[in-house]
């Protein structure tokens, strides 16, 4: 029953990067993880981020209630795992959606957002936890250089 209702609950949209799940933490007695994903930049050949976030357990939503939503808590790392290549990015402040999951059913979703800092030649990956009702300060930086070898 591992997995079904986050299967359920949490959807990745078609836009997104392709993920892989790479690692599995028990953190407790009852059943929560902290998932460890790989997400391949699609738009940036050799570019490789990893999140970690924490995924309740059916136990844990029955005996704490809150049934259909996870905490916005993500970390990221993002490095060079190939020849870099930028295709073709958004180049905006703004930056460019790399990654949406659902943490909840309505209200929340995990992001990554990338970012180029074209001044000092840097990728910048933001993850971040978008909420309608309030928003969220929650929040992890990643960043990969770009240097003129690559």
């Excluded at 460890?36 to 699609?42: C, F, H, K, R, Y």
């Excluded at 738009?43 to 209630?65: M, P």
């Excluded at 943490?103 to 933001?126: A, H, M, P, W």
């Amino acid at each position: 029953m591992k997995h079904v209702i986050t299967a359920f609950l949490i959807t990745i949209s078609a836009s997104a990067a392709m993920t892989e799940e790479v690692g599995e933490v028990g953190v407790d007695w009852v059943g929560n993880d902290i998932i460890v994903e790989a997400i391949q930049d699609p738009k940036v050949d050799g570019v490789t981020c990893h999140i970690a976030y924490f995924e309740r357990s059916v136990l844990d939503r029955l005996s704490q209630g809150n049934w259909f939503e996870d905490p916005s808590n993500a970390s990221i790392a993002c490095r060079q795992t190939g020849p870099i290549e930028v295709g073709d990015i958004d180049r905006s402040p703004d930056g460019e959606s790399v990654f949406r999951e659902r943490r909840s059913v309505i209200l929340k979703s995990l992001r990554i957002k990338r970012i180029f800092d074209e001044g000092n030649q840097t990728l910048i990956y933001l993850a971040h936890a978008s909420e309608l009702t309030q928003g969220s300060a929650k929040m992890s930086i990643s960043t990969v250089p770009l240097y003129a070898g690559n």
